[in-house]
Nanobody, 126 residues
């Protein structure tokens, strides 16, 4: 089982930026799907971005497309989520998740992932 450790959360004002990191404690980083999810207060956890660690195609939720960018650093075994133009509705706990990849694309539904980080809080104030 992979150990995932997120960092980079914090408090920013509307329009600000944050970059989240997720370090994967695993010998082999390739051939994995990595996803970022968030859970706003009182809401269900939603998938917002995913990436295949080997071939690199990305997927985004409509609510973050054009503002957030998911990327990976193979050498550092780290997946990032660059968040720009943040809005109050982006507030929530952000989680990274991992699963073995089957095929070239990665899902964004939480039921598909079996390894989760502890989460990091992001708060955007107006």
């Amino acid at each position: 089982q992979e150990l995932l450790v997120e960092s980079g959360g914090g408090s920013v004002q509307t329009g600000g930026s944050l970059r989240l990191s997720c370090v994967v404690s695993r010998d082999i980083f390739s051939g994995m799907c990595m996803g970022w999810f968030r859970q706003a207060p009182g809401k269900e956890r939603e998938g917002i971005a995913s990436i295949h660690t080997t071939v690199g195609p990305t997927t985004y939720a409509a609510s973050v497309k054009g503002r957030f960018t998911i990327s990976r650093d193979k050498a550092a075994k780290t997946v990032y989520l660059q968040m720009n133009s943040l809005k109050p509705e982006d507030t929530g706990v952000y989680y990274c998740a991992a699963k073995s990849a089957y095929g070239g694309s990665c899902p964004m539904r939480q039921s598909a992932y079996n390894n989760w980080g502890q989460g990091t809080q992001v708060t955007v104030s107006s």
